[in-house]
């Protein structure tokens, strides 16, 4: 019986043995993983902490950005203000309104300009002009001043272009001739519906110039004055 028992007690100790060492191996390899998983989960923490930092970053940056662009807009902002100052203020002195007699506006070199109510109120002259301007000068030289293939835009003309000189080219007329172009202006001196309007139609074509009167018919005027009524009937008759 004995050596049966310890037969069969052997064999149940060889038979657990094995046992036991796989059960030893498993845990060896559950610390391992357990130990990898740490290791593993260390890592997540630190990407996930490195992460957090890069967004916090770019939180940063994007509000550094939108703070340095308020701030860029409220430098722009008072440029723009004097740039408008300016133009308000600046006008050239060819342009600009030194004074007005019987409803011509003059600058302080005595040459006629236009002036542009801030209802919108265009002077006489300037309405006169618009109206001579397409009925003589438009078929060549474009609608509003703006010029054509043939002719040059006569309201960039007005401003670059002394009073005396612009006259005389109307008086006169100007022949170009080139080897690919011989554009002629013809000479007006005679023609009273253009010699009687000559500043009526400078006035107007100065204040297209300077973009003060926009394209087409303007649309308030200020009356006629009696002076040009009489200036008007004397030259025309
Ligand atoms: C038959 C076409 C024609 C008509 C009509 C005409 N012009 Fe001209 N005008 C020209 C041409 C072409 C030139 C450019 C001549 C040259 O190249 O020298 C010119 C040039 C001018 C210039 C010189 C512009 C510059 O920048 O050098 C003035 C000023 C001018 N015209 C005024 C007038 C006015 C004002 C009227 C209307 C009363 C008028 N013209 C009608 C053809 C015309």
Redesign the pocket.
Known sequence: MKPLFLSAAASLMLATAPLAVMANETIAQAEEMLAKAKEMRAEADTLAEKAEAMIEAAKAEAAAAATAATAAKAEAKPEEDTAEAEAGDGTPDNIKVAYEEDGKYFTEDDIPTYNIAEDGTVDWYAFSGFR??HS??????GPDGEGST?????K???L??DYY???D??VN????VGAS?N????A?GT?KN?MC??DD??VY?KARGTEALDRGRPAKKEKKSATYVENENACMG
């Open positions: 001579r301007y003589e000068c438009h078929v060549c030289h043939y002719a040059p835009a006569l960039k003309s007005a670059e272009m000189d612009f006259v080219v109307i007329g100007r022949k170009h172009d554009s002629v202006m013809p007006f023609n253009v309007y000559v139609i400078y074509l």
